[in-house]
């Protein structure tokens, strides 16, 4: 079983993706879905992304062996270092690549949603590189709590667009993002930064990240002599509950009547009461385990990365380091456990401080 | 069969009115005395729209109403229950209930036609669920007889449109705006051209919808389709008349009535 013939030709992993749009984004979507497409397997498009990437991101990112965290957790922890990428996370691994996409099909205004505001601050990013127009749809709650990157995004030229209705996180800024689009598909991209949203969304914003365990499957090797017994990486929402939001079918957070539930989570990028539909897939194959933490255990492996490592992560990023413990406990202290830091956690220090005041 | 939908185009001989109301919107206890009030305006067909928590293809009207319906207590149960009060106390108009698919697909597919036959639904609009042959909605509500009405955007190739317009019964949805609910205001010269297009694309009939606003609007685009639809403009008109909401939302559907003969 290969995620490579996944999705289907209409966007579906086994049960999960799809298109479930209002007939007026529809066109767009599939316009989107043909431009994509066409470029997906064109090695000009691909050598364009790649010497990006190497210049303007620096890629390869490196895996460094936490010697200290190792110790801690009781196995060998090492870390794809994503958050030295320029902007300090993954995310601009896929903005690159999408505004490249936007370029190529003679779109001439960009826009996004943001929870944790990395995804705005890669996409704002990118569009002052490009000289594009640049509005970030963000949640009025992320907005108090990611103070900094607001400011990051302002100074890079996006204009914020603050979201108060519904829960004034993600999921509301999404909602907005497709409002905005809806109305102006002629001339906007929509630019999505999650594994989320309508076909072929989940398709290119996996792909476009790629890079990262393309990196890793050879980098291990050279480093360490192996690939690793287990890999460990951040996710936002979802449940054991089937349904369909923001142009996707897939596991979500809802009550019996089908409404979405107001979500809650310490690190706002993960604020979201969805998963994307190729890791409800994931899920169900049995390919990939799900795992939840506890804002307590993600700030405690917070400061465990802080004071052991000399690196602040993400309070997403922090998600996955508070799960090694477990792996260690499971695989024994010989297990090589590779970690995906996905974000460094300067824009969480207001956070972080305020609970360490608790 | 022909079903209370088609009936009702049929019979009335010129454009039909249909108004839009978000059902348990300001209170549950609103919508069976609203129901009557536009009844009692002149609407032929009501759309009532199912809350939902995430209403991304609408604008801020209402979404307003959606979250102040679901903060009331609303949900598809409760819409259901409140038409089958309405024909309970005698109401006879068709009955769209207008939503996005989460709440549908939660309920069931199955069980929602079931449940339309049983209260007097007469169809069923789901926003965000594209009409395919395997969409799963189609199948129940095609056994149960309940007509599934479909949306059409300005951007949709005509190719689509065929393919949708096949899949749906009772009327096509127009929607003549590219934008969300109440964004704009209608061109009613540009789309009343478009109109044409879809003439050639179906036999449905075809109702136009977002950014209808007055009864002239109603009157320049009655001439061209076979109904208008109302929504935003109508729960703006009963916000603003807080206790006289029900005479306000009857007066002002009366006066877009006069405008289609």
């Not at chain 1, 072929?200 to 002599?225: H, K, S, T």
């Not at chain 2, 549950?28 to 928590?53: M, Q, W, Y």
């Not at chain 2, 009963?238 to 877009?256: E, P, V």
Request: aromatic share 6%.
């Amino acid at each position: 079983m290969s995620a490579d013939n996944q999705p289907d030709a209409a966007g579906f992993f086994g049960a999960h993706g799809g298109v479930f749009v209002a007939e007026p984004l529809y066109a767009a979507v599939a316009e989107l879905d043909k431009a994509y497409q066409s470029l997906r397997d064109d090695p000009n498009f691909a050598k364009e992304i790649d010497a990006t990437l190497a210049t303007y991101v620096g890629r390869p990112s490196p895996i460094y062996h936490a010697k200290r965290l190792s110790k801690e957790y009781g196995c060998e922890v090492y870390l794809k270092r994503e958050d030295l990428n320029h902007t300090g996370a993954h995310k601009i691994n896929n903005a690159v690549g999408q505004i490249m996409l936007a370029r190529r099909m003679g779109k001439t205004r960009i826009i996004a949603e943001t929870g944790a505001g990395q995804h705005g601050v890669a996409t704002a990013t990118v569009c002052a590189r490009e000289g594009m127009p640049c509005t970030v749809y963000m949640g009025a709650e992320d907005i108090k709590r990611q103070a900094q990157n607001v400011q990051r995004m302002r100074l890079l030229g996006a204009q914020i667009a603050p979201v108060k209705v519904g829960t004034g996180t993600l999921k509301d800024a999404l909602n907005e993002a497709m409002r905005d689009w809806v109305a102006n598909v002629a001339d906007t991209y929509y630019l999505i930064g999650s594994v989320a949203g309508p076909h072929p969304y989940p398709l290119m914003v996996r792909d476009f990240n790629a890079v990262v365990g393309r990196e890793c499957v050879e980098q291990m090797p050279a480093a360490v002599g192996a690939q690793p017994d287990a890999v460990i990486a951040c996710v936002g929402g979802g449940s054991n509950a089937l349904g369909i939001l923001h142009g996707m079918r897939s596991y979500l957070m809802q009550d019996a009547d089908g409404q979405i539930s107001g979500t809650s989570s310490i690190a706002a990028g993960l604020d979201y009461p969805a998963v994307g539909p190729e890791h409800a897939w994931l899920h169900d194959t049995g390919r990939v385990r799900y795992a939840a933490a506890t804002d307590d255990q993600v700030l405690a492996a917070f400061t465990a990365c802080s004071r052991l490592e000399g690196i602040l992560p993400a309070l997403e990023s922090a998600h996955a380091l508070a799960y090694v413990r477990e792996v260690a406990n499971e695989l024994g202290k010989d297990a090589i456990v590779l970690v995906n830091l996905s974000g460094r956690g300067d824009k969480d220090l207001a956070t972080v401080l305020e609970r360490s005041d608790d | 069969m022909t079903s209370r939908i088609a009936a009702t185009f049929t019979a009335a001989g010129r454009p039909l009115l249909i108004p839009y109301l978000t059902a348990g919107w300001p209170d549950l206890a609103a919508t069976g005395p609203l129901l009557r009030a536009l009844e009692a305006g002149g609407a032929d067909v009501i759309e009532i729209g199912v809350p939902f928590s995430d209403p991304s293809a609408d604008g801020p009207v209402i979404q307003q109403a959606n979250q102040q319906a679901l903060a009331a207590g609303a949900n598809l149960k409760s819409v259901l229950d409140a038409v089958a009060d309405y024909r309970h106390r005698g109401g006879k108009l068709p009955i769209v209930l207008m939503g996005y698919a989460n709440p549908f697909y939660r309920y069931g597919f199955t069980q929602l036609a079931a449940s339309c036959q049983t209260v007097g639904v007469d169809a069923i609009l789901a926003v965000d669920l594209p009409p395919c042959d395997d969409d799963g909605l189609g199948v129940p509500l095609g056994g149960a007889g309940v007509d599934r009405v479909v949306l059409i955007a300005t951007t949709t190739p005509d190719e689509r449109a065929k393919q949708i317009a096949k899949r749906g019964s009772g009327y096509i949805y127009y929607v003549a705006l590219q934008g969300v609910t109440g964004s704009a205001t209608l061109d009613p010269d540009q789309t009343a051209a478009n109109a044409k297009r879809l003439r050639n694309l179906s036999d449905l009939p075809v109702a136009v919808g977002f950014g209808i606003r007055s009864a002239q609007d109603c009157r320049r685009l009655g001439a061209h389709f076979d109904a208008v639809i109302v929504g935003s403009r109508l729960l703006e008109e009963i916000r603003d008349a807080k206790d006289n909401a029900a005479s306000a939302a009857t007066a002002l559907l009366a006066d877009m009535r006069e405008a289609l003969t």
